[in-house]
């Protein structure tokens, strides 16, 4: 599950993006992976796509692997 939201403290164009493998509502702020400052003052928005999705290709290749 990947949910993009909240904008960010410092401008209120910056967001954030979570990511969770296996997500489901008991999780705790351990079972999940933000990026967050998103933004053309921080994290670039294409460079945090890809950095999202390398880091998804990751969990799920482990996942798989481990299954």
């Not at 979570?18 to 933004?39: C, F, G, K, Q």
């Amino acid at each position: 599950m990947l949910i993009g939201e909240r904008p960010g403290l410092l401008t209120s164009e910056s967001m954030s993006a979570y990511i969770a493998l296996d997500a489901r509502p008991d999780m705790s702020e351990s079972d999940y992976t933000v990026v967050s400052n998103i933004s053309r003052c921080g994290m670039p928005p294409v460079e945090a796509a890809a950095y999202i999705a390398d880091l998804m290709e990751k969990l799920l290749h482990n996942y798989a692997k481990n299954m």
